[in-house]
């Protein structure tokens, strides 16, 4: 190889010919390779959009509307405790006022409420009541 081909082949600066390699790239392959790939991205995203308006479809007609008596009824107003502390004292009245007083429990069958106190005076004067009637235990076989 001669020395001028050798800096024409090596693109040695200053020379009339020298440049680039005018083989390794061709303008039209690439742009062929640009419109192919821009064309290739076109028909997938179109085929996306058609697959999401037929499964979208597909799911819409498969959906069962839920069962009416599946709805649960939120409540019909806040149930919100606002004082916590009155709330309370309030139950504890009713407490004492139920083991502190005399009231009927059932008319009908003679049962009345009495008081917490009379009631554990009677219960040490009278003693707890006797068991009305003692079982003897099953008897098992023995081998």
Known sequence: MSKREHSVAHGTAGEAGAGHEASDLEPRAIAIFGLTLAAALVVCLIVAAWMFGFFATRRAQEDVPPSPLARVE??????????????????????????????????????????????????????????AAKSEPAKTKSR
């Open 74 to 131: 939120p409540p019909a107003g806040p149930v919100l405790q606002v004082n916590a502390l009155n709330d309370r004292e309030r139950l504890r009245a009713e407490e004492d006022s139920i083991l502190s007083t005399y009231a009927w429990v059932d008319r009908g069958a003679g049962t009345v409420r009495i008081p917490i106190d009379r009631a554990m005076q009677l219960l040490a004067e009278r003693g707890l009541p006797a068991a």
